[in-house]
């Protein structure tokens, strides 16, 4: 299976901080074609996972545009460009490249 | 817009069948997405458990093949895990979701149901 290693673990940021996230895969995820299937989801406390972000870098259209994500192959990052509350909870990458898919082990973001 | 809804008893014991129903509403099974069951453990691991396809194939996480079988019900707009011989360690809290294979996404998920296994 595709290790998904995610860090840190925790953040704790201010509103209108910066907050960067590093997803990074046992082997690389562009798969056969040519598509990169690395995605980031969030899950607010007491909420269901809400999609992010998909093929490494595209927002789904509900997302603010101070989120983005970049890489390529087996690393990669979620950047918040200035935190706010809203955006307090667990971020997850998971890739659907290889079968089974696989998880990150999450990175809790709290608000200070 | 659609909503999945997973249901389900939320207290299995041990050597038993865990089975949930995720209800689909706003779009049709049918209709061109797969149909994936994710679990998120006590302490945020979260492992994808396995997908049905608009046309009734299965694919399984490897870690379950023995013991989980995923089905659906098309009169009603719904698909079904079931898991047998759960421990413990199958306590989770389970979703359903929406999987679109060209994008490599689940961009859409359920509530949870929340599973606990204890005698």
């Known amino acids: 299976d595709v290790v998904m290693t995610q860090t840190p673990v925790s953040l704790s940021l201010a509103i209108g901080q910066p907050a960067s996230i590093s997803c990074k895969s046992s082997?690389?995820?562009?798969?056969?074609?040519?598509?990169?299937?690395l995605n980031w989801i969030l899950q607010r406390p007491g909420q269901s996972p809400k999609r992010l972000i998909y093929q490494v870098s595209k927002l789904y259209s509900e997302v603010p545009d101070r989120f983005s994500g970049s890489g390529s192959e087996t690393e990669f990052t979620l950047k918040i460009s200035r935190v706010e509350a809203e955006d307090l909870g667990v971020y997850y990458c998971?890739?659907?490249?290889?079968?089974?898919?696989?998880f990150g082990s999450g990175t809790k973001l709290e608000i200070k | 817009e659609i909503q999945l809804q997973e249901s389900g008893p939320g207290l299995v014991k041990p050597s038993q069948s865990l089975s949930l129903t995720c209800s689909v509403t706003g779009y049709t099974i049918t209709s061109g997405y797969d149909w994936s069951w994710i679990r998120k453990f006590p302490g945020n691991k979260m492992e994808w458990m396995g997908y049905?396809?608009?046309?009734?194939?299965?694919n399984y996480n490897p870690s379950l093949k023995s013991r989980i079988s995923i089905t659906r019900d098309t009169s009603k707009n719904q698909f079904f895990l079931q898991l047998n011989s759960v421990t413990t360690e199958d306590t989770a809290t389970y979703y359903c979701a929406r999987y679109l294979r060209i994008r490599g996404v689940m961009d859409a998920w359920g509530q949870g149901a929340s599973v606990t296994v204890s005698s």
């Open positions: 082997q690389s995820l562009l798969g056969t074609s040519g598509k990169t299937f």
């Open positions: 049905i396809s608009y046309s009734g194939s299965t």
């Open positions: 998971w890739q659907g490249t290889h079968f089974p898919f696989t």
